[in-house]
């Protein structure tokens, strides 16, 4: 198990790096620096040809992508060009907003996914059934950013219900001040900013799992031991939830651990949307300003947290799933 | 549309449940209510990239510069210095200015105003290695002497007229300055009325009254900059009472309706810059000014400006707006004419000899590509309406929008035919024409030339007299007009929309927030 | 069972057939997608115009019409890079193991970590922007998606007696990968490039509304819903429309895919 767990975190480091150095070259790629962004409109082309050789940015991709490798080797991922703070310091403040929305959307995801999952599996044709596979189709057909606009305009505007935009207290803040002086409104000004960039981004994941629960659920109810419980006489009820549900998750806690880290880093376009200070909207933004030390940053952090989610989701695997855990069958 | 609604109705009862729990929070901070909360939220389009007033480049940063700072003078809403840190200035010669300073000024960390601050912050200022983004309007200081604790000494390489309309440059404080070294930028200390206390990138940045301000305290305790970059959210949020003021830029669709709000107010007036095509007189057809004339002549600027503008941007002529001292409605500019446009082109040999439509000369189709940045959603409808309207006219035309550093990017490097832009904060006719039209100019991407005019942008610089500089610059203008180095499609408008319940706040041209010193919440 | 299945697929069916109905039929059934009249900005539907009026007073039905080519051919076109490029190393990597497939892997693994957003972004700034270049972006992004489940798929198949007879038999790598290998993995990519069809004509959208989509005037849908948003309060059937195109034609592809994985996948087919 421990050499499993090792040979897999291993493998980590290849994927960043490789990450690192895509990321790396495709951003010094793109038309336009970060000396000409800087020196705006009114600069000659001589100031910008003079300040971009300042920042060494007219040396050879390649000695430049080895000095950036270098530093990060010894875990320094620069200054940000246009913020002038430490990459790390500015990723690391971005990221909890993130993990907090991608948390809460998660949370809902799941929530709706698997009841409505599993009801429509065990009521196979259903009305109940057809309702949630539409709603499913229809999650995943409709542009967040739509979704989010229409949520803003119905919501914070005609019923006036919840804050148009913004990030209200962070969460755990204003948890910790519930429990340290039993004060609610800071947790409740927390959750009214979180709710509406957190349904749209749940809505859509919702409709991607609801499928999966749904197919594996349908899968596992026609396996033998479940048929063998039936024949036993075993309650429905029983089945359903003590045998088939419990079975039929494990493939779903997959999808879930990969589609949180797809939410780590599609969030961009929710976070623009409700003008939620996440990593996405720091990327965009470095992006647009070719601020390339944060580009790297934003995206290596996103990189890692989504490799480590995964390593985790299959350790777990592994731990809940005796047939993997025997080596018996392979993962895809 | 019922599908729709089925998504709005599951979202509905998801977030009834969510706010179970939070029902009491909306009415729960119960201020007393008789004194309304001195609090103001505005909600900006970007976040502020520095709070160092030398080194602004963006509309929210020179906002937080606004409150934060202020400099020598400041521009009164007709664009006139007026006394701000300096109480008084003479010009000894045409190239030595001295400036009287306020006594007793603090700053926020309560040291006092000295002349070393103001040496400081324009020593800095023309330092190349400091990066300042409009250094170049600067240039031409040699020298900034401290005489005495309250005295300072302009020492410039040449006349320049323009000099006091750029001395509202904020004062930093050297001491302070020098220690923060780069974290300046997020940790400014100035001598405004509202010192910068919290700022959480991407997301509000936090301002709270300074007590020691030297222009009497603010009324508002509080200023908190909201960053909301979708145009159609932020004014929705202005309406659902989530911030107080918004403004440009805007969506011009959203105005009437904000217009029609009994809950705001809505104030516009003209802007410190205008909307423009750039013409490569470098490429092989654009180099003869008759294709130039004649495209000109296909821009319908009143259409522009009545549709996709709403007439929040009024229809332009030359590069001195109407918000300018220089301005003058006598210039005359390509009217929309097809048919001239086709006699003009027709003049330069492009005609249609194969009957498919489009105009040729020697074999060769007449192709024109027009660029603009996807940043703007109203410049990119302008560029797809000059597509149509060149296509009407046998012209095929191609359309490319890129984001803003790949066009700025491609238009630098002189890789475009005609290209959407814009120029902002032009305080003084030679900012707006000097880098741009004369043939040595920083910013002249089109490689525009004429001898003449080189001319009178150098004589618009060393005369002081205002009077002889209107003409020069109106002379100037009506050349680049009619040699179509731009066609100036719009005077920008700007609009500014708040709360009934915001008093006491003044329009200034320049966008500038410096009147929050005074406004109250009622 | 198979009665619901087949439902979905002809509902599926009708949609995409219908689909492909407007878009090669496109001249016929409506009038000319460009045409500007600004003094007809923003109609509300009515006679004339059975969809209204966009912001340049042009045909919103025609505009729709038009687009159904434009969205087609990106979800066409991306999907058919993602897939053929996953494929291929998917198949590669089944196949070769060892170290082809370590590095393959690993690849996927980049890519998979890599935030899709931003990895488009980056690829169409790039790239420079032009509707080929938009395709080869969204393509690019989800390839490895076919690579995970071809190479699962041929791993499976690796050792089964046909392909071991083929192998004894003498026969080259290629010709078995190509003869043996690839015709028994089409079907789970059939449905996933169905999906995929849906899925690449969101992207467009999601790209369009950042500002990277296809360039104007084509008549694209994303564009117009992105724009259309702009215009929400005030002209709200111009997002309307193309939102309720997208998301009929995604919600044909997904139940066309569906219902096709539903009838070939053996293990559904056998049960009930």
């Given at each position: 198990m421990?050499?499993y767990?090792?040979?897999?975190?291993?493998?980590?480091?290849?994927?960043?790096?490789?990450?690192?150095?895509?990321?790396?070259?495709?951003?010094?790629?793109?038309?336009?620096?970060?000396?000409?962004?800087?020196?705006?409109?009114?600069?000659?082309?001589?100031?910008?040809?003079?300040?971009?050789?300042?920042?060494?940015?007219?040396?050879?991709?390649?000695?430049q992508l080895?000095?950036?490798?270098?530093?990060?080797?010894?875990?320094?991922?620069?200054?940000?060009?246009?913020?002038?703070?430490?990459v790390?310091?500015?990723?690391?403040?971005?990221?909890?907003?993130?993990?907090?929305?991608?948390?809460?959307?998660?949370?809902?995801?799941v929530?709706?996914?698997?009841?409505?999952?599993?009801?429509s599996?065990?009521?196979?044709?259903?009305?109940?059934?057809?309702?949630?596979?539409?709603?499913?189709?229809?999650?995943?057909s409709?542009?967040?950013?739509?979704?989010?606009?229409?949520?803003?305009?119905?919501?914070?505007?005609?019923?006036?219900?919840?804050?148009?935009?913004?990030?209200?207290?962070?969460?755990?803040?204003?948890l910790?001040?519930?429990?340290r002086?039993?004060?609610?409104?800071?947790?409740?000004?927390?959750?009214?900013?979180?709710?509406?960039?957190?349904?749209?981004?749940?809505?859509?994941?919702?409709?991607?799992?609801?499928?999966?629960?749904?197919?594996?659920?349908?899968?596992?109810?026609?396996?033998?031991?479940?048929?063998?419980?039936?024949?036993?006489?075993?309650?429905?009820r029983?089945?359903?939830?003590?045998?088939?549900?419990?079975?039929?998750?494990?493939?779903?806690?997959?999808?879930?651990?990969?589609?949180?880290?797809?939410l780590?880093?599609?969030?961009?376009?929710?976070e623009?949307?409700?003008?939620?200070?996440?990593?996405?909207?720091?990327?965009?933004?470095?992006?647009?300003?070719?601020?390339?030390?944060?580009?790297?940053?934003?995206?290596?952090?996103?990189?890692?947290?989504?490799?480590l989610?995964?390593?985790?989701?299959?350790?777990?695997?592994?731990?809940?799933?005796?047939?993997?855990?025997?080596g018996?069958a392979?993962?895809? | 549309?019922?599908?729709?609604?089925?998504?709005?109705?599951?979202?509905l009862?998801?977030?009834?449940?969510?706010?179970?729990?939070?029902?009491?929070?909306?009415?729960?901070?119960?201020?007393?209510?008789?004194?309304?909360?001195?609090?103001?939220?505005?909600?900006?389009?970007?976040?502020?990239?520095?709070?160092?007033?030398?080194?602004?480049?963006?509309?929210?940063?020179?906002?937080?510069?606004?409150?934060?700072?202020?400099g020598?003078?400041w521009?009164?809403?007709?664009l006139?210095?007026?006394?701000?840190?300096?109480?008084?200035?003479?010009?000894?010669?045409?190239?030595?200015?001295?400036f009287?300073?306020?006594?007793?000024?603090?700053?926020?960390?309560?040291?006092?105003?000295?002349?070393?601050?103001?040496?400081?912050?324009?020593?800095?200022?023309?330092?190349?290695?400091?990066k300042?983004?409009y250094?170049?309007l600067?240039?031409?200081?040699?020298?900034?002497?401290?005489?005495?604790?309250?005295?300072?000494?302009?020492?410039?390489s040449?006349?320049?007229?323009?000099?006091?309309?750029?001395?509202?440059?904020?004062?930093?404080?050297?001491?302070?300055?020098?220690?923060?070294?780069?974290?300046?930028?997020?940790?400014?200390?100035?001598t405004?009325?509202?010192?910068?206390?919290?700022?959480?990138?991407?997301n509000?940045?936090?301002?709270?009254?300074?007590?020691?301000y030297?222009?009497?305290?603010?009324?508002?305790?509080?200023v908190?900059?909201?960053?909301?970059?979708?145009?159609?959210?932020?004014?929705?949020?202005?309406?659902?009472?989530?911030?107080?003021?918004?403004?440009?830029?805007?969506s011009?669709?959203?105005?009437?309706?904000?217009?029609?709000?009994p809950?705001?107010?809505?104030?516009?007036?003209?802007?410190?810059?205008?909307?423009y095509?750039?013409?490569?007189?470098?490429d092989?057809?654009?180099?003869?000014?008759?294709?130039?004339?004649?495209?000109?002549?296909?821009?319908?600027k009143?259409?522009?400006?009545?549709?996709?503008?709403?007439?929040?941007?009024?229809?332009?002529k030359s590069?001195?707006?109407?918000?300018m001292?220089?301005?003058?409605?006598?210039?005359?500019?390509?009217?929309?004419?097809?048919?001239?446009?086709?006699e003009?082109?027709?003049?330069?040999?492009?005609?249609?000899?194969?009957?498919?439509?489009?105009?040729?000369?020697?074999?060769?189709?007449?192709?024109?590509?027009?660029?603009?940045?996807?940043?703007?959603?109203?410049?990119?409808?302008?560029?797809e309406?000059?597509?149509?309207?060149?296509?009407?006219?046998g012209?095929?035309?191609?359309?490319?929008?890129?984001?803003?550093?790949?066009?700025?990017?491609?238009?630098?490097?002189?890789?475009?035919?005609?290209?959407?832009?814009?120029?902002?904060?032009l305080?003084?006719?030679?900012?707006?024409?000097?880098?741009?039209f004369?043939?040595?100019?920083?910013?002249?991407?089109?490689?525009?030339?004429?001898?003449r005019?080189d001319?009178?942008?150098?004589?618009?610089?060393?005369?002081?007299?205002i009077?002889?500089?209107?003409?020069?610059?109106?002379?100037?203008?009506?050349?680049?007009?009619?040699?179509?180095?731009?066609?100036v499609i719009?005077?920008?408008?700007?609009?500014?929309?708040?709360?009934?319940?915001?008093?006491?706040?003044?329009?200034?041209?320049?966008?500038s927030?410096?009147?929050?010193?005074?406004?109250?919440?009622? | 069972?198979?009665?619901a299945?087949?439902?979905?697929?002809?509902?599926?069916?009708?949609?995409?057939?219908?689909?492909?109905?407007?878009?090669?039929?496109?001249?016929?059934?409506?009038?000319?997608?460009?045409?500007?009249?600004?003094?007809?900005?923003?109609?509300?539907?009515?006679?004339?115009?059975?969809?209204?009026?966009?912001?340049?007073?042009?045909?919103?039905?025609?505009?729709?019409?038009?687009?159904?080519?434009?969205?087609?051919q990106?979800?066409?076109?991306?999907?058919g890079?993602?897939c053929?490029?996953?494929?291929?190393?998917?198949?590669?990597?089944?196949?070769?193991g060892?170290?082809?497939?370590?590095?393959?892997?690993?690849?996927?693994?980049?890519?998979?970590?890599?935030?899709?957003?931003?990895?488009?972004?980056?690829?169409?700034?790039?790239?420079?922007?032009?509707?080929?270049?938009?395709?080869?972006?969204?393509?690019?992004?989800?390839?490895?998606?076919?690579?995970?489940?071809v190479r699962?798929?041929?791993?499976?198949?690796k050792?089964?007696?046909?392909?071991?007879?083929?192998?004894?038999?003498?026969?080259?790598?290629?010709?078995?990968?190509?003869?043996?290998?690839?015709?028994?993995?089409?079907?789970?990519?059939?449905?996933?490039?169905?999906?995929?069809?849906?899925?690449?004509?969101?992207?467009?959208?999601?790209?369009?509304?950042?500002?990277?989509?296809?360039q104007?005037?084509?008549?694209?849908w994303?564009?117009?819903?992105?724009?259309?948003?702009?215009?929400?309060?005030?002209?709200?059937?111009?997002?309307?429309?193309?939102?309720?195109?997208i998301?009929?034609?995604?919600?044909g592809?997904?139940?066309?895919?569906?219902?096709?994985?539903?009838?070939?996948?053996?293990?559904?087919?056998?049960?009930?």
């Amino acid at each position: 198990m421990l050499g499993y767990i090792a040979k897999r975190t291993a493998l980590i480091l290849p994927v960043v790096l490789g990450v690192c150095v895509i990321v790396f070259v495709l951003i010094h790629l793109i038309p336009g620096d970060p000396a000409m962004v800087m020196l705006g409109q009114d600069a000659s082309p001589e100031e910008v040809a003079r300040l971009r050789s300042a920042m060494g940015l007219d040396r050879p991709l390649a000695v430049q992508l080895g000095s950036f490798l270098l530093r990060l080797a010894h875990g320094d991922l620069g200054v940000s060009i246009f913020q002038g703070e430490p990459v790390s310091r500015l990723v690391l403040k971005q990221l909890p907003a993130t993990c907090e929305l991608a948390v809460a959307s998660m949370l809902i995801a799941v929530l709706i996914a698997v009841p409505l999952g599993v009801i429509s599996a065990v009521k196979q044709h259903s009305l109940v059934d057809v309702a949630s596979m539409g709603f499913a189709q229809l999650g995943v057909s409709m542009p967040v950013f739509w979704l989010g606009v229409l949520l803003i305009l119905n919501f914070s505007l005609r019923w006036g219900l919840l804050p148009s935009v913004g990030r209200g207290k962070p969460f755990l803040e204003g948890l910790a001040v519930l429990l340290r002086t039993g004060d609610y409104l800071p947790l409740a000004d927390s959750l009214r900013h979180l709710t509406m960039p957190a349904l749209t981004l749940g809505l859509t994941t919702a409709a991607l799992i609801t499928r999966m629960v749904r197919s594996s659920m349908l899968e596992v109810l026609h396996q033998d031991y479940v048929r063998t419980a039936r024949a036993k006489g075993a309650p429905e009820r029983a089945v359903i939830y003590r045998h088939a549900l419990r079975n039929a998750l494990l493939p779903v806690v997959t999808i879930v651990g990969m589609q949180f880290g797809a939410l780590l880093g599609g969030a961009v376009v929710t976070e623009t949307v409700f003008a939620w200070p996440g990593i996405g909207r720091l990327a965009i933004t470095a992006i647009s300003q070719r601020d390339f030390p944060l580009v790297q940053g934003c995206v290596l952090v996103v990189a890692l947290v989504f490799s480590l989610l995964n390593l985790a989701v299959d350790v777990s695997y592994t731990l809940i799933d005796p047939r993997v855990r025997h080596g018996i069958a392979q993962r895809q | 549309m019922r599908k729709n609604k089925l998504v709005l109705a599951t979202a509905l009862v998801l977030v009834l449940v969510t706010m179970a729990g939070c029902r009491g929070s909306s009415s729960g901070p119960s201020a007393p209510a008789s004194e309304p909360r001195q609090e103001l939220r505005v909600g900006l389009d970007v976040d502020a990239g520095t709070a160092d007033p030398r080194l602004a480049r963006d509309t929210s940063a020179r906002r937080v510069v606004d409150l934060v700072f202020n400099g020598l003078v400041w521009l009164d809403p007709e664009l006139k210095p007026q006394p701000a840190l300096a109480t008084s200035w003479r010009q000894i010669d045409p190239t030595t200015w001295e400036f009287t300073l306020r006594e007793g000024v603090k700053f926020h960390d309560g040291s006092e105003l000295t002349a070393e601050d103001v040496k400081y912050t324009y020593d800095t200022l023309l330092d190349p290695a400091f990066k300042a983004p409009y250094r170049s309007l600067y240039a031409p200081i040699k020298e900034v002497i401290a005489l005495d604790k309250y005295h300072v000494r302009f020492v410039l390489s040449q006349p320049y007229a323009p000099l006091l309309s750029y001395l509202d440059m904020g004062i930093v404080p050297r001491a302070a300055a020098q220690a923060a070294g780069d974290s300046f930028g997020t940790k400014p200390i100035g001598t405004g009325p509202f010192k910068l206390v919290k700022w959480e990138k991407n997301n509000r940045i936090e301002f709270e009254a300074f007590p020691d301000y030297w222009g009497g305290v603010p009324k508002l305790e509080k200023v908190t900059f909201l960053i909301i970059p979708d145009n159609t959210v932020r004014a929705a949020a202005l309406e659902a009472g989530d911030v107080d003021l918004i403004h440009s830029p805007l969506s011009a669709q959203d105005i009437p309706r904000l217009q029609a709000n009994p809950k705001l107010k809505v104030e516009k007036t003209n802007a410190l810059g205008f909307t423009y095509v750039s013409f490569n007189c470098a490429d092989p057809i654009l180099k003869d000014v008759r294709v130039r004339r004649a495209l000109a002549h296909l821009i319908d600027k009143k259409t522009i400006s009545s549709t996709i503008y709403q007439g929040m941007d009024t229809p332009g002529k030359s590069p001195l707006v109407p918000a300018m001292w220089a301005y003058s409605d006598e210039i005359k500019d390509p009217e929309y004419d097809p048919a001239r446009a086709r006699e003009f082109l027709a003049q330069a040999g492009w005609k249609d000899t194969d009957g498919d439509g489009v105009l040729d000369r020697g074999g060769k189709k007449l192709t024109i590509s027009l660029k603009t940045h996807s940043e703007d959603p109203n410049r990119i409808q302008v560029v797809e309406f000059l597509q149509n309207e060149f296509r009407k006219a046998g012209i095929e035309a191609t359309v490319e929008t890129t984001e803003w550093p790949t066009f700025r990017d491609a238009v630098q490097k002189g890789d475009y035919q005609l290209a959407v832009l814009g120029w902002l904060a032009l305080v003084d006719p030679d900012r707006a024409m000097y880098n741009q039209f004369h043939s040595r100019g920083a910013s002249n991407d089109g490689k525009y030339s004429n001898p003449r005019v080189d001319e009178l942008l150098e004589k618009g610089r060393a005369t002081t007299d205002i009077e002889e500089r209107k003409k020069i610059y109106r002379e100037a203008a009506q050349i680049v007009v009619d040699e179509v180095a731009y066609a100036v499609i719009l005077y920008q408008g700007y609009v500014v929309a708040y709360n009934q319940k915001v008093s006491g706040f003044q329009i200034h041209p320049n966008a500038s927030f410096a009147s929050l010193a005074r406004v109250t919440i009622k | 069972m198979k009665r619901a299945r087949n439902k979905s697929v002809i509902l599926g069916g009708v949609l995409i057939g219908g689909l492909l109905f407007v878009a090669a039929f496109a001249p016929f059934i409506a009038g000319d997608p460009y045409h500007m009249d600004m003094s007809q900005r923003l109609l509300p539907p009515g006679p004339g115009h059975p969809l209204g009026t966009d912001q340049f007073g042009r045909d919103l039905w025609a505009r729709l019409v038009f687009g159904s080519r434009v969205s087609l051919q990106v979800g066409i076109v991306s999907v058919g890079i993602a897939c053929t490029l996953g494929t291929a190393l998917g198949l590669l990597a089944g196949y070769a193991g060892g170290w082809v497939d370590a590095v393959i892997m690993r690849l996927v693994d980049i890519f998979l970590a890599f935030p899709v957003i931003l990895l488009a972004i980056a690829l169409i700034a790039v790239l420079g922007p032009s509707p080929v270049n938009l395709m080869i972006a969204i393509g690019l992004v989800n390839w490895t998606m076919y690579a995970r489940v071809v190479r699962a798929n041929v791993l499976a198949l690796k050792h089964r007696e046909f392909v071991e007879a083929a192998r004894a038999l003498g026969l080259r790598d290629r010709a078995i990968m190509l003869k043996h290998v690839l015709p028994n993995t089409l079907s789970p990519i059939i449905v996933l490039a169905t999906l995929g069809l849906g899925h690449a004509i969101v992207a467009e959208s999601t790209l369009s509304f950042l500002g990277l989509g296809v360039q104007p005037p084509e008549p694209s849908w994303g564009w117009t819903l992105a724009f259309g948003m702009k215009y929400l309060r005030d002209a709200p059937h111009l997002s309307t429309m193309p939102g309720m195109a997208i998301m009929l034609t995604v919600l044909g592809f997904n139940l066309l895919g569906d219902g096709i994985r539903d009838m070939i996948d053996p293990r559904t087919r056998n049960r009930a």
